[in-house]
């Protein structure tokens, strides 16, 4: 792990006769280490205890040598998922990187001291190692201090990081704080997993599209061409299709190939509000119920991802949606109108099954919540239509691609901030909404549990006590968006020309992008196109050098 940057620094300037150990301050200009969230963040301590206690080098060159070296990713606001090491498992296992890591803390509230003289909640607010309760090591604060970049992963995170999760670190460190939107790559999201529409876009633009996606802003000119709308909509239905054969086999249900494809996957997650989802599914059945000669416009709604094993919450989601499916499915009254189905085992090898015959994609988080989101990418860049709030990447998704291209709903960041302030009360939402109100009531009853009625309670509780995620707020406009998608589809044209505009407005969301901006602006390097040698060939074969850290 760490020894081989350090090996290889020496072997890149292999210098026998120097004591002072000059090899080692080039290393920086050489390697360059990010930290994919906090998980690798010892690496610091481990870094900075090669250059110090292995190669002899005094501290304060090895401390500036290691922030040159890191930089670190921010991947998540929620403060249950910050990581938090006690410091008596640390003193057990790794009792020579806890003192390190005081060191680095006592240097840095020295440093603290000196910029806010005499004020010490600060100091206990930004110290590295926490002190209330179970002493603990902040791994994202040792992050920081550790590393010349930090960064978040969408535009609207990034500013969030600023203002609210380390703010008095931007304060201190404000040159540190940039942005790395996220992106995904071009080759697995679009020619690997659907060849019937990489084929119609390069029959109209060619494809230089695959290595530099910013080319699909020239699909936008066939926006209107109705034979392209055609094709378009000929290649979604043959991937419906394909999806409805798969779920025929794998799950036995029958499903509408003209009905809306509405999926929802990702990590189950209360923020990521599957339970919403679940409560349109339930509201679209009891509408149905109520009066089943109704104009209704055909949904088959997905949801797939996997929960966290001690998650109970998160199981009890899927358990919830698994029981309203069996109701849903089995009733001859609702026909082929209106089914679900619960993805078993979602993984990437399904996503690439999944995600280009989706029709609409659910990205519909608390505004504030999600980082950024890759899966919005996915099915934007595949030409399914977004419902969503305002929240990680999806601000950006709408600011490519134009208001009237996705279907947003629900607070913005800074409504939900001012709900909480003046105080939530979910209550009034429950009296004041009839359908909500019946939906609560039914997960109350048990009515989708009749062999165990009191089973979705902590359901109900959930979202009727002192719930961080607003659901109750946020469901009639919910609704009501949801409502105007099914109007939308009915005119499949427009629909089709949405899709278009989706499509041609993905290119900022490759990983291509996002990689570059990670070269130019934190590791110093400038990307180029050099291509690579299979790796068994090793470098010899290579015309030229790979590019070098400058």
């Not at 799950?251 to 999926?263: A, P």
């Not at 509000?273 to 009891?286: A, E, K, P, V």
């Not at 602006?521 to 180029?528: A, C, F, K, L, T």
Request: aromatic share 10%.
């Amino acid at each position: 792990g760490s020894r081989d940057p350090v090996r290889r620094s020496f072997e890149s300037f292999p210098d026998k006769d120097n004591e002072s150990n000059d090899t080692l301050y080039g290393f920086a200009e050489k390697v360059a280490i990010q930290l994919n969230d906090t998980h690798p963040s010892m690496a610091i301590p481990e870094l900075l205890r090669i250059f110090v206690d292995v190669e002899g080098l005094p501290w304060d060159k090895a401390w500036g040598i290691t922030v040159k070296t890191f930089a670190y990713t921010n991947h998540t606001v929620l403060p249950e998922a910050l990581e938090r090491w006690p410091v008596s498992m640390l003193e057990k296992i790794l009792p020579r990187h806890l003192q390190i890591i005081y060191l680095i803390n006592h240097n840095f509230l020295q440093e603290v001291a000196k910029k806010y003289p005499g004020d010490a909640g600060r100091m206990r607010r930004m110290s590295i190692v926490e002190e209330d309760g179970e002493k603990r090591i902040n791994m994202a604060y040792l992050s920081i201090v550790g590393s010349h970049a930090v960064n978040g992963v969408a535009a609207l995170h990034s500013e969030i990081i600023k203002s609210e999760t380390f703010r008095e670190f931007y304060e201190m460190y404000p040159e540190r704080f940039q942005n790395k939107t996220n992106g995904i790559t071009p080759r697995r999201w679009l020619l690997l997993c659907n060849p019937g529409l990489s084929d119609i876009i390069a029959e109209k633009i060619g494809e230089e599209w695959v290595t530099d996606l910013y080319q699909l802003q020239n699909l936008k000119k066939f926006a209107d061409d109705e034979n392209f709308l055609r094709n378009i909509i000929k290649v979604k239905q043959e991937n419906k299709m394909k999806l409805a054969e798969y779920i025929q086999e794998n799950y036995n249900i029958k499903v509408n190939t003209s009905s809306i494809f509405d999926i929802h996957v990702k990590r189950i997650h209360e923020y990521k509000r599957q339970l919403l989802n679940c409560f349109h599914i339930i509201t679209l059945y009891n509408r149905l119920k109520r009066d089943p000669n109704q104009a209704f416009v055909p949904r088959t709604i997905m949801v797939g991802g996997k929960a966290a094993p001690g998650y109970h919450m998160a199981k009890l989601i899927i358990k919830l949606i698994n029981s309203v499916a069996k109701v849903i499915n089995n009733d001859p009254i609702i026909g082929d109108r209106l089914k679900v189905v619960y993805l078993e085992n979602y993984r990437v090898s399904l996503a690439e099954k999944i995600i280009p015959a989706a029709d609409l994609s659910e990205q519909i988080s608390t505004a504030g919540t999600e980082a950024s989101g890759t899966g919005n990418m996915k099915f934007m860049l595949n030409g399914a239509l977004t419902i969503g709030t305002l929240d990680g990447a999806n601000v950006e998704m709408r600011e490519e691609m134009g208001d009237e291209n996705i279907f947003i709903f629900g607070m913005k960041v800074n409504e939900v901030e001012e709900l909480k302030r003046s105080g939530y009360n979910p209550r009034h939402y429950y009296e004041t909404n009839p359908d909500l109100r019946l939906v609560l009531d039914q997960l109350y009853t048990g009515f989708f549990s009749p062999d165990k009625p009191g089973l979705f309670r902590d359901l109900y509780n959930s979202v009727m006590g002192p719930d961080r995620f607003c659901l109750l707020k946020d469901y009639e406009d919910y609704i009501k968006c949801q409502d105007s998608v099914s109007e939308v589809f009915k005119d499949p044209l427009q629909w089709a020309k949405m899709c278009v505009l989706n499509i041609a407005s993905s290119g900022k969301f490759s990983s291509d992008r996002t990689i570059s901006e990670y070269a130019r602006d934190i590791w110093g390097v400038e990307p180029n196109d050099i291509k690579l040698p299979p790796p068994h060939e090793g470098l010899d074969s290579m015309d030229s050098k790979p590019p070098q850290k400058k």
